[in-house]
């Protein structure tokens, strides 16, 4: 005999066994959140006692990463040549060779001319104010009148290399930076800035008395080709001491 559960009775049995198959199926398993993606070479890095925090992804397109390229200039080995125009910093490695590094450029930067060599290292600079950021914010420049010990909140970065000329300190540095965004553009202040990741790796492949030289606007359009005009970033007017 066949018994038919029509009614009611019918829909409470059919909720009930649809019930106890979603009990016995095994619960489904959430994802994890994805992991922070880090570009290879611009991880954290732990400095002495200061951790550098890497350096978001969304700033490193390729032609921001540091890389060995081909060399078209005629500098031996062993030089610095700084490219202020197409925002590149070049280490030349062997004949033909250099490691390239993506730059900021700041109006002291865009204002050197010529040659340097390398007359000192420094990890963790400190910064000063200029005197006429003193006279212009004495609230807010004021009380650093004396200088600020190096660290992540210093805006000259890990590391700088003071450039001088005939003996003499031009007041001209390649350093780090805590601005990450500004890689790649024009600064309204500032020398030649680079990643910290990046000026950990120049600074430990140059010694002091390496040659530095700035390329002209008529080498770099040479050498790189024409540079799109670009928007100049505002930002602190730094002195390495």
Not at 29 to 45: C, D, R
Not at 56 to 80: H, S
Not at 178 to 192: E, F, P, W
Not at 203 to 216: C, E, F, I, K, L
């Amino acid at each position: 005999m066949t018994l038919t559960v029509r009614g009611p009775l019918r829909a409470l049995l059919i909720a009930a066994a649809v019930g106890l198959a979603a009990c016995s199926a095994p619960p489904l398993e959430q994802e994890a959140p994805p992991e922070p993606q880090v570009v290879p070479g611009y991880e954290a890095i732990q400095d002495g006692d200061i951790l550098i925090p890497a350096v978001p992804p969304q700033y490193l397109d390729p032609i921001n990463r540091r890389q060995q390229v081909a060399y078209n200039g005629t500098e031996r080995p062993g030089t610095i040549v700084v490219d202020p125009h197409a925002k590149f910093l070049y280490l030349v490695t062997a004949p033909g060779e250099a490691m390239r590094y993506r730059i900021a450029v700041g109006r002291e930067g865009r204002g050197f001319r010529g040659s340097a060599t390398v007359g000192r290292k420094a990890e963790w600079p400190a910064w000063t104010p200029t005197a006429n950021m003193i006279r212009t914010d004495p609230d807010i420049y004021g009380p650093y009148r004396a200088g600020m010990s190096g660290g992540l909140e210093n805006p000259l970065g890990a590391r700088a290399l003071y450039l001088y000329r005939n003996g003499r300190d031009t007041m001209y540095r390649i350093h780090g930076t805590n601005d990450v965004a500004s890689i790649g553009n024009q600064t309204s202040a500032g020398c030649i800035r680079l990643f910290n990741q990046d000026i950990l790796d120049l600074y430990d492949r140059v010694p002091r008395g390496a040659q530095m030289r700035v390329r002209s606007e008529a080498e770099s359009r040479r050498l790189e080709g024409p540079q799109p005009p670009e928007t100049v970033i505002q930002d602190l007017e730094v002195v390495a001491r």
